[in-house]
T-cell receptor, first 114, second 111 residues
Framework: SAVISQKPSRDICQRGTSLTIQCQVD?????MFWYRQQPGQSLTLIAT?????????ESGFVIDKFPISRPNLTFSTLTVSNMSPEDSSIYLC???????????FGQGTRLTVV | AQSVSQHNHHVILSEAASLELGCNYS??????LFWYVQYPGQHLQLLLK??????LVKGIKGFEAEFIKSKFSFNLRKPSVQWSDTAEYFC?????????FGAGTTVTVRA
């Protein structure tokens, strides 16, 4: 198993600003993902964070809006840029082995944009 | 479009009642299937998973799920629920090394 620590756990931000969310894992992992969970909705994959290279984004998500870093096998950041109220959501970090036989999740970052 | 559908948005039941949550997926080919649970204030946890073999899978806390390939379904069951089973339940499919989630079902168990 993997223990994931996300920071911050919650934040209230002004529109137009940016927030960087950190994800720290207690062991080296192959795959890291970032999800968004909007109120009352399911988890939507934003991107796969690739160690040492650019993240792979899902349809509807772009690097300019959600830049991601992954400098090593235990750490990643997601930035939500130029925020608007529509970005209010829970952002989740997830890790998995290469075959994605099981995914582990952080407790999430609850973001409110005002 | 590829998708995961969960039939119930909110289920309310009494302790000792039986629970069944429906999940259907629209992917073709080989899929790996999961049920995750999120208890209030906690992170998502794996309940059970199916990769191959016996289509009846047993998970933690007395939960089980049955994979029916012909129906593209992976329904979750528990014969007798407890108050502590109050949580949100998500069905997920691993397709192309990405997890796609259903909308989730909120289960409320009344004592």
């Amino acid at each position: 198993s993997a223990v994931i620590s996300q920071k911050p756990s919650r934040d209230i931000c002004q529109r137009g600003t940016s927030l960087t969310i950190q994800c720290q894992v207690d062991s080296q992992v192959t795959m890291m993902f970032w999800y968004r969970q909007q109120p009352g909705q399911s988890l939507t994959l934003i991107a796969t964070a690739n160690q040492g290279s650019e993240a792979t984004y899902e349809s509807g998500f772009v690097i300019d809006k959600f830049p991601i870093s992954r400098p090593n096998l235990t750490f990643s950041t997601l930035t939500v840029s130029n925020m608007s109220p529509e970005d209010s959501s829970i952002y989740l970090c997830s890790v998995a082995d290469r075959g994605l036989t099981e995914a582990f999740f952080g407790q999430g970052t609850r973001l409110t944009v005002v | 479009a590829q998708s995961v559908s969960q039939h119930n948005h909110h289920v309310i039941l009494s302790e000792a009642a039986s629970l069944e949550l429906g999940c259907n997926y629209s992917y073709g080919g080989t899929v790996n299937l999961f049920w995750y649970v999120q208890y209030p204030g906690q992170h998502l946890q794996l309940l059970l998973k199916y990769f191959s073999g016996d289509p009846l899978v047993k998970g933690i806390k007395g939960f089980e799920a049955e994979f029916i390939k012909s129906k593209f379904s992976f329904n979750l069951r528990k014969p007798s629920v407890q108050w502590s089973d109050t949580a949100e339940y998500f069905c997920a499919v691993n397709n192309d090394y990405k997890l796609s989630f259903g909308a989730g079902t909120t289960v409320t168990v009344r004592a």
